[in-house]
């Protein structure tokens, strides 16, 4: 009597192939040795995936809805592991490797392959960074083979069809468990998956169709850039096997320190000392920026250690924006510590002029309060 196929995955006869896949894999987890090891349970892992291997196959699907089992033919006593059936491997290897969505034999991977990306890094400073440059950079890639132009070949011979895997690109190999036969398959080591083999080579690429060179190049890095942000150049890394299409390379910036200017982001900083007199009085600084030239930077009279002076837009360029970061100005007031005679004498009579000026303990807590200290705090307690 033949089997019920069908009911042994619970379709209908007019189930589609895509929806016996989907019973077959729902029943396959519930049912698989690794996840159910009761022996019922693996007697009926058996029997479904005979189902799966039968009803995948038009044919043998033909012979069941004419009535027939198509595994009764094939072996003695007309057992699972019969003539029409390779093992639960087989099954398996159609979901996991060994065949491609239509059930068919995976493709040979060919010999033309896309190249990969490359990568290189390009030292640049503070100025070349805010206003942008072009680097020329020695790189060592693949490049197209220009002998063969890529076909690897050499004079008008052409490749062949490999005789190891018949041109499948692969080789397989039956092992026996105790699930039964297990297929499993492999790249060919002849052709290395291509399918097809070159008897006759390329004399200077060796059949690879692409050689190594080193050669020059050209990086626009626009104005901006910071350190580690990479710089995309399309097409200038390695050409693929076959003189495949070649891949991308990236410029990594890194960023070298400047004498004078600390970077944040797009905003710079930098120190100024500002005598303590000149603190007192008012005066004027000239910074040397970077972009700008010398910039004159005006210290108010009575200027506090510590204040922070900004030049607004005298910062780093901002990337694709056309705006400009701030440079901040860090006061540090400097006080004498050798005076002479004279000096000295200058400053005590300052100091009699100003009797109430004197030395005094505050609370610590109000100057946490009012300044960074109380910013800090702040901040981290999410104020």
Do not use: W
């Not at 589609?16 to 693996?42: C, F, G, M, S, W």
């Amino acid at each position: 009597m033949a089997r019920d196929y069908y009911g042994l995955l619970g379709v209908a006869k007019n189930a589609t192939d895509q929806e016996i896949k989907r019973a077959y894999r729902k029943l396959a987890r519930e049912l698989h040795p690794d996840v159910n090891p009761d022996e019922a349970a693996q007697a009926k892992f058996k029997e479904v995936s005979a189902a799966y291997e039968v009803l995948s196959d038009p044919e043998r699907r033909r012979i069941v809805d004419l009535g027939g089992d198509p595994l009764e033919s094939g072996g003695a006593g007309g057992g699972f592991a019969g003539a029409g059936f390779g093992g639960l491997g087989d099954v398996f290897e159609a979901f996991f490797g060994g065949m491609n969505a239509s059930g068919g034999s995976r493709k040979p991977r060919g010999r033309v392959q896309p190249g990969a990306d490359s990568l290189i890094r390009t030292r640049l400073s503070l100025a070349e960074c805010a206003v942008g440059v072009t680097k020329h950079l020695t790189v060592d890639t693949a490049i197209l083979c220009d002998v063969c132009t890529g076909a690897g070949t050499n004079g008008n011979s052409k490749p062949v069809r490999c005789e190891t895997c018949g041109g499948a690109g692969e080789v397989q190999s039956v092992q026996r468990s105790f699930l039964g036969q297990v297929l499993t398959s492999r790249p060919c080591p002849t052709c290395r998956g291509a399918g097809e083999t070159i008897p006759d080579p390329c004399h200077k690429c060796g059949g690879d169709g692409r050689v190594r060179s080193r050669r020059e190049i050209a990086a626009p890095i626009p104005a901006g850039v910071a350190n580690g942000m990479r710089v995309r150049l399309a097409a200038q890394g390695e050409v693929g096997p076959g003189g495949g299409h070649a891949g991308d390379l990236y410029v990594e910036v890194v960023e070298q320190p400047h004498d004078v200017f600390v970077r944040d982001g797009d905003d710079l900083h930098c120190t100024v000392r500002v005598p303590m007199v000149d603190a007192a009085l008012g005066t004027t600084v000239v910074i040397d920026t970077i972009l700008d030239g010398p910039v004159e930077l005006t210290i108010p009279a009575g200027t506090q250690p510590g204040e922070v002076s900004v030049l607004r837009g005298h910062g780093m360029p901002r990337l694709r924006s056309g705006t400009r970061g701030e440079l901040l100005a860090h006061l540090d007031i400097v006080v004498p510590t050798k005076l002479d005679t004279k000096q000295t004498d200058l400053l005590r009579k300052y100091k009699g002029m100003r009797e109430r000026d004197r030395a005094e303990v505050m609370s610590a807590q109000s100057e946490h309060n009012s300044g960074l200290f109380a910013r800090l705090r702040a901040s981290f307690s999410g104020r």
